[in-house]
């Protein structure tokens, strides 16, 4: 009984261990992100400041079922179209899901950008968005742009300037509106796994 019992303290301890490993590990690897980020944040009411780049990038995100923007998406869209309206690019660039007519995050984002008056020309949609690194990835290999301008809420545009620097790109960003959406407290945990994986990818060379 006691050989159990002490076997199973050690246990839990080494599940502590492992457990507070695992936390620092996470807090190391998103402080990375952070650091990436300082000094690359423009405000909303600073884009006077920007200067001239090849795109303002405006990351996709969900749609209602009618196929709407949702309120997150909507909100990136009023900060991306107002970025771009500065003249501060000559592309606004619409990226997301957009593989089918079921689930379609690029179609409305064009609309938007219609409906705001800004010539359909200028605005090109990747529909093979699916995720931050291929839209951040596609925007230099697919597209060729060097110098972007990224438009998401603020806890993810971290991630997002941390990926541009890692591939090479020189980028800025600029939050959306700081809302606590439905379900946010289960989006800030998925973004701290992932940028974990992100940067653990980019140190690694895994990612392109």
Not at 31 to 52: P, V
Request: positive net charge; charged residues 20%; hydrophobic residues 45%.
């Amino acid at each position: 009984m006691k050989k159990g019992f002490r076997l199973g303290r050690c246990l839990l301890c080494l599940l502590l261990i492992l457990i507070l490993a695992a936390a620092s590990a996470a807090a190391v690897l998103n402080r990375i992100t952070a650091e990436a980020s300082r000094g690359r944040i423009i405000e909303s009411d600073a884009l006077e400041s920007l200067s001239k780049a090849d795109c303002v990038l405006v990351l996709g995100c969900g749609v209602t079922p009618s196929g709407s923007p949702s309120p997150m998406l909507a909100d990136r869209l009023e900060t991306g179209i107002r970025v771009f309206q500065t003249g501060c690019a000559d592309c606004l660039l619409m990226t997301g899901d957009g593989r089918s007519l079921a689930y379609d995050e690029v179609t409305p984002m064009r609309r938007a950008a219609e409906a705001a008056g800004i010539d359909p020309e200028r605005i090109v949609g990747d529909t093979l968005g699916l995720s931050t690194s291929q839209s951040i990835l596609r925007a230099r290999d697919e597209f060729g742009y060097r110098k972007i301008i990224i438009v998401t809420q603020r806890y993810h545009l971290s991630r997002a300037l941390y990926l541009a620097q890692a591939l090479g790109l020189a980028a800025v960003g600029v939050p959306a509106a700081d809302v606590r959406y439905t379900g946010q407290i289960f989006r800030d945990i998925r973004e701290i796994v992932a940028r974990c994986k992100d940067v653990l990818f980019c140190s690694t060379g895994l990612f392109p």
